[in-house]
Nanobody
Framework: QVQLDVSGGGSVQAGESQRLSCAAS????????LGWFRQAPGREREFVAA????????YYADSVKGRFTISRDNAKNTIYLQMNSLNPEDTAVYYC?????????????????????WGQGTQVTVAS
């Protein structure tokens, strides 16, 4: 089974940038999609960005489109989330997740229910 190790996170000022990494490890790693989600206190976990692992197509929530960029490094089995122009509304615990079973096959991997394996969260705090 794959393991997802997240690095990055911390506290920044509004308008600044931050980068998160999610490294997948495990024997013969394979996935349909990898995605980023976030959860603020008292709120449901929500979709942020995702990438089709096989093709490289990217998808974004409207709230982060134009500010966040998801990318991948196939050689390292790693995805990144570059977060620019951060604002206090971006404050949340960010999670990396994988669709290993193929629930997103043939569809946009933007639904949280498509993901079956999760890494630990990392706190991102944006101060005004």
């Amino acid at each position: 089974q794959v393991q997802l190790d997240v690095s990055g996170g911390g506290s920044v000022q509004a308008g600044e940038s931050q980068r998160l990494s999610c490294a997948a490890s495990g024997r013969s790693f394979s996935a349909y999609a990898l995605g980023w989600f976030r959860q603020a206190p008292g709120r449901e976990r929500e979709f942020v960005a995702a990438i089709d692992w096989r093709i490289g197509y990217t998808y974004y929530a409207d709230s982060v489109k134009g500010r966040f960029t998801i990318s991948r490094d196939n050689a390292k089995n790693t995805i990144y989330l570059q977060m620019n122009s951060l604002n206090p509304e971006d404050t949340a615990v960010y999670y990396c997740a994988a669709d290993l079973m193929g629930q997103s096959a043939g569809r946009q991997p933007t639904n949280i229910r498509m993901y079956d394996f999760w890494g630990q969260g990392t706190q991102v705090t944006v101060a005004s």
